[in-house]
């Protein structure tokens, strides 16, 4: 049966396509994951079993065991855009449907239904459902209208791309930090294929869009500063996430 990709166009009209992740690289990654939170709860355990009476360190044990199962991927899915250690290992994320970060809500649902997933064996309606859906989606993520993707190999980077120029306004230590926590790893790739695209656009469509960007991310960032065109804000902006060593 043929994948088919999820191809999305962002806000700044700009596709950018989904690659779901197969069966196996989503099997690897929560066994990664199991090892992980099950190797963490058994060392609590054993912690707890020096310092408790065994009737309380095992209470402790079945405590831990049960949040470091649910909660584990609930945090991680939410907070690390949408990758779970194991996740991260195989360059896979949890993403919405339509490609944007997954909600809380959404996390939610389809970590309660991984209870159905893992039935009969370990994951073994997971795999069943992924094998026949399309966009290998397990039960879990029909419910929550949610995918998992690999991650795209990072366009190259030139320096040349980005135009940066001796003087980026950006790089200031409060400016890097915004742009850290602020610009999420889809936003990055979205920036980088923008300049690649650039030069292919005509000239007025090119003003446009780039000013609509870059008034888009001098809000988010907080930069007030309009002395510089729109491309030339998205090229340092661009500049400062690919750069080495940048610390963003």
Not at 63 to 79: A, I, Q
Not at 152 to 179: D, H, K, M, W
Request: aromatic share 8%; charged share 25%.
């Amino acid at each position: 049966m043929s994948r088919e990709a999820l191809t999305i166009t962002t806000p700044e009209h700009v596709e950018v396509r989904l690659e779901p992740a197969s069966a196996g690289s989503r099997f690897l990654a929560v066994l990664i994951d199991a090892i992980v939170t099950n190797g963490a709860a058994l060392l609590i355990f054993r912690l707890a079993m020096v310092i408790l009476p065994m009737g309380i360190a095992y209470a402790v044990f079945v405590t831990s065991s049960f949040l470091l199962t649910w909660g584990w991927h609930v945090w991680f899915e939410t907070r690390h855009h949408g990758r779970t250690p194991g996740k991260r290992a195989l360059s896979l994320r949890v993403v919405d449907a339509r490609g944007l970060p997954v909600s809380l809500y959404q996390s939610l649902v389809r970590n309660i239904c991984r209870a159905i997933d893992m039935a009969p064996a370990f994951y073994g309606f997971a795999a069943i459902v992924t094998l026949v859906d399309s966009r290998r989606r397990r039960f879990g993520d029909l419910v929550a209208d949610t995918l998992v993707i690999r991650e795209a190999r990072p366009l190259a980077y030139s320096g040349q791309l980005a135009a940066e120029r001796r003087y980026n306004s950006l790089r200031t230590a409060r400016v890097l930090r915004a742009i850290k926590h602020r610009v999420s790893l889809e936003e990055r790739e979205m920036l980088l294929a923008l300049c690649f695209r650039a030069e292919k656009m005509e000239a007025a469509a090119r003003y446009d869009l780039m000013e609509e960007v870059a008034t888009a991310y001098r809000a988010k960032l907080g930069v007030e500063e309009e002395s510089i065109s729109g491309e030339n804000f998205v090229r340092d902006l661009t500049a400062v996430l690919f750069a080495p060593r940048a610390g963003v």
